[in-house]
Structure formats: structure tokens, C-alpha cells
């Protein structure tokens, strides 16, 4: 036992040290570039969010016991993911069709899609299909699971309440799947959008 204790003391762990920071002046190729253009910026965000969502799942069936830690930042990903690509499209597009985000700028899921439905309804002439309607049912699972964009942050709330969630398991390998078809679906829906707006008819007629 005191062996074991010793070899944990034995270990080189990486501790912060003079020079660390977030941002360097010298580039390589494999650096990440923040960028500086707004569109581009929320494009990176939103699919980065569902990409870091998938990676980590990824990681769940790969190291199976790690799933009851990274099942929070995982959920939390997915979660916000869903949560800024309607901001993101709405804000870019919803301006055409006078469809707005709500002043209150909370993390409410569902109002969020009602917006979103209008602005899909008001310029997609195929709106209300199958895959409208099961994205629609998995953003109202994530909004019962997690209505202020806290739970899978925090374990309690600002006032110090531990959340309940609703019943049910999360399977790993299917959570990833369908939430693959949701960054498809909200990526089929900017690129729609914005060829709409530049090359289809003027917005003015919807």
C-alpha cells in the first residue's frame, strides 16, 4: 500500500508554468484561428458545438467507463449546439421574413423553435415534413432535460436546488446518430436559406 502511494508521488504531472497562455503570436499549421468575421465565427460555433458533442461520444464507446463523466459535457455540447444554430439562423435570416429572437435572450429551447418554425414555414415550401417534426420532438427532450442551458453545467441551481431530471438512459451510440441528422438538418437549412437570399427572388414577396 505505501509502495503505491509512493509511485503516485513519483509521477511527472504537467503543472502551469511561466509562459503559459491562452493565445500565441506565432502560428503553426495545426493552430486554431479565431476568426474575426461574424459569419464565419457562428458558423465554427454552432457545428462545433455538435462536433464536440460527437467527439465525445465517440470517446464514450471507446473508453465505456468514462461515460458517467463525460456525459454532462457531452449532453451540455449537443444541448448548445441546438440552442445557437437558431439563434445563428435566425438572426442571419429571420430579418426577411420579420421573424426575430426575443428580447429576453434566455436558453429556452422551445421558443426558440416556434421562431424557428416561422421563419422555416415562411420560406421553405417543403416545412413540416418528417425530419421538421423529429427534430422538433428532440429539442422538446433536451428542453425538459435541461430548460435553462444549466443542468449539464451545474449540479445545482443559482439558488442552490439540485435539478431532476426526467427518467430514461441515454445509449451512447443512438444519441450520437440522431444528433448527427440534426446538424444535418440545421446545415441543409442555412445553406437553403442562404442561397435564398443570394440568388432566389427578393425576400420581400414571402
Known amino acids: 500500500m505505501a509502495d503505491s502511494f509512493l509511485s503516485l508521488l513519483d509521477k511527472e504531472y504537467r503543472w502551469p508554468k511561466h509562459g503559459d497562455r491562452v493565445t ?19 458558423m465554427y460555433l454552432w457545428r462545433g458545438y455538435f462536433k464536440a458533442g460527437k467527439l465525445l461520444a465517440e470517446e464514450c464507446e471507446r473508453e465505456p467507463f468514462d461515460v458517467n ?8 455540447n449537443y444541448r448548445h449546439g441546438l440552442e445557437v444554430a437558431m439563434k445563428e439562423i435566425i438572426s442571419e435570416y ?11 435572450k434566455d436558453h429556452n429551447l422551445l ?22 417534426k423529429a427534430v422538433g420532438l428532440l429539442i422538446q427532450d433536451f428542453h425538459c432535460l ?9 449540479s ?16 451512447i451510440a ?8 440534426c446538424q444535418h438538418y440545421f446545415e441543409g437549412s442555412d445553406e437553403y436559406y442562404h442561397a435564398l437570399v443570394q440568388n432566389g427572388p427578393s425576400l420581400s414577396d414571402y
Open 174 to 181: 443512438k444519441l450520437k446518430d440522431v444528433m448527427e441528422g
Open 111 to 132: 421558443e426558440l423553435w416556434k421562431a424557428f418554425e416561422q421563419l422555416n414555414d415562411a420560406l421553405n415550401p417543403q416545412a413540416g415534413g418528417k425530419a421538421d
Open 94 to 104: 429571420g430579418c426577411h421574413v420579420e421573424v426575430y429572437l426575443s428580447d429576453d
Open 156 to 171: 445545482t441551481n443559482k439558488d442552490g436546488a439540485k435539478f431532476k431530471f426526467a427518467s430514461g438512459v441515454v445509449t
Open 69 to 76: 463523466y463525460l456525459i454532462y459535457p457531452m449532453m451540455f
Open 24 to 42: 500565441q503570436h506565432i502560428s503553426k499549421p495545426t493552430d486554431a484561428d479565431i476568426s474575426h468575421d461574424p459569419y464565419e465565427r457562428a
Open 146 to 154: 435541461d430548460k435553462g442551458s444549466v443542468a449539464f453545467r451545474y
